[in-house]
């Protein structure tokens, strides 16, 4: 996909902030430090788009991109080991629930894993919850340069059974680095425009 224009536009901790111009929107969802803002610039072909930052748990909000102006990313808070209270991590967990099975908008989400480690039970947990609510869902594993080619089959198998999907789920590859699977995932969102 050629991209003409991509622009933040919001920042929400409420769903009266949420853009009112209905467009498709596509999530991006994983745990803290998965590699969800470095995987939007790659996908965007931006350096500083979304914030990166060496601290996880940096996105708190549900933040808003509009893309050649026909649709959405949407960057939602990373689950997981965010130094933060019980209570705030339970009002984003609430939050983010919401905005997945209420948002009329979205047409796909795209689950990031770490291929360096097997999911965790939060990853197993927010899989399931997808897939219980028949959202569209496609699973990405990143930072895939850090594994030798050799290698990376054992790890997707890992991935494939830490999340039930089977021998045959799909799991697309991507590393910012290099470029790898970087039409694969415009593919998959191609298909939901």
Do not use: C
Request: hydrophobic share 35%; proline share 5%.
């Amino acid at each position: 996909m050629k991209i003409i224009s991509a622009d933040y536009t919001a920042s929400a901790v409420k769903q009266e902030q949420f853009p009112k111009i209905e467009l498709p929107e596509f999530a991006f969802v994983g745990r803290s430090n998965v590699g969800k803002s470095t995987l939007l610039n790659s996908l965007l072909n931006r350096k500083k788009l979304a914030h990166t930052s060496s601290t996880p748990g940096k996105t708190r909000t549900i933040n808003f991109f509009l893309i050649n102006n026909s649709f959405y990313f949407v960057d939602l808070p990373g689950y997981g080991y965010a130094r933060v209270s019980m209570e705030m991590k339970k009002s984003w967990g609430i939050f983010a629930e919401s905005y997945l099975r209420e948002r009329e908008t979205l047409k796909l989400i795209i689950m990031l894993v770490d291929i360096r480690h097997p999911p965790t039970d939060q990853d197993r947990d927010m899989y399931e919850w997808l897939i219980h609510f028949d959202l569209p869902t496609v699973i990405v594993a990143t930072k895939t340069d850090k594994i030798s080619r050799s290698k990376r089959q054992l790890h997707v198998d890992q991935i494939r059974k830490g999340l039930g999907l089977g021998p045959q789920g799909p799991v697309i590859l991507y590393s910012a680095e290099t470029g790898e699977g970087k039409e694969e995932v415009w593919r998959r969102i191609v298909q939901y425009l």
